[in-house]
């Protein structure tokens, strides 16, 4: 038995797919960015830092301390305790590759530890965290229910306004 292969047969009306049909998609595309990959802080570990990621690291590590810190924390009270949700504003896109803004989620405090994806830290009694994974860093306060940090990524950055849920 021999198999048999048949050209392929165009519809009735139906115009084939040529280059000149595709490229001004394609074209229109690549002008508008339409293709461009949306990153996440975490999946931008793979590209090198930029030269002052430190800096901005830094410069947010003073401002958050140096904010006006509210009544001492006290990790027995477990006031903080709970799950964290709110949004991301993006603050620093140097390649132009990141989301505007971002739903963030999954926020775990309990007593002074808290939990967010891979990032793992201690409150301290002014209500500042500082953690960090890899090249990525969040950074901020607690100020009651609230949270009011940076998310710090060699592609981007976001500021982060979180509220605990009821």
Known sequence: MSARMESPRIRRGAAPCSVARVLPLGLCLLVLGCGQ???????????????NLLDEVNTTRQSVSSSSSPASFNPASRGLDGSYRGDGRLVRNPGGTCQTGMPVYGMQVSGDRVHFGSFNGTIQPNGVVDMDYGKNWVIGRFDGPHFIGRWIAPACSYELTLNRES
Do not use: H, K, Y
Request: charged residues 5%.
């Open 37 to 51: 990959q949306i990153m996440t802080p975490i999946a931008a570990d793979a590209l090198g830092p930029p030269p």
